[in-house]
């Protein structure tokens, strides 16, 4: 799906596109920088004002956003259909980045829980009993022996205080 203005009738993206070129600042070895306030108005306008289709986290919008201002600067075209052509580049750029997943290891001192796994969207939380799964196992041993070496830090049980 591409990328949209919600509603055009409420606020005219050509008077949008024209204060970004009144915001942005070009310096002499051929970057670009934006007036800070004006930047911030203008990217929280645009973000109500875009319909992005598809679910993206507020993170992911404004990172979006950002590309296409610069890139909507470079070029010197303040134009609806250069916006939105740009933007859609962007959308595309970024659904073409493969999906990282990442494990978080954490420990809480409990007795027992009374179930074994939660799914809060798409996270899955898994509960495991006494010890960490086997996969995390060497990689946390391997830590906790060098970690008294690795920038001076000390485990806990290592600290006296007198």
């Not at 055009?8 to 002499?28: G, R, T």
């Not at 203008?42 to 990172?63: E, R």
Request: charged letters at 30%; glycine letters at 4%; hydrophobic letters at 35%.
């Amino acid at each position: 799906m591409r990328v949209k203005f919600k509603n055009e009738k409420k606020i005219s993206p050509s008077a949008l596109l024209q204060k970004l070129e009144n915001i942005v600042i070009k310096k002499k070895d051929g970057r670009i920088s934006f007036e800070a306030f004006g930047y911030e108005e203008v990217k929280w306008i645009y973000l109500s004002l875009i319909d992005f289709g598809d679910i993206y986290s507020s993170d992911i919008k404004k990172q979006l956003l950002n590309r296409t201002f610069r890139k909507v600067a470079e070029l010197n075209k303040y134009d609806k259909s250069t916006f939105l052509d740009v933007l859609n580049q962007e959308v595309a750029a970024h659904r073409k980045k493969p999906i990282k997943s990442y494990y978080l290891l954490s420990s809480i001192s409990v007795k027992e829980l009374p179930i074994k796994s939660i799914k809060i969207g798409n996270c899955n939380i898994k509960i495991y009993g006494h010890k960490f799964p086997r996969k995390f196992q060497k990689a946390r041993t391997d830590l906790f022996n060098n970690l008294s070496s690795i920038l001076n830090y000390f485990t806990i049980n290592e600290i006296r205080i007198q």
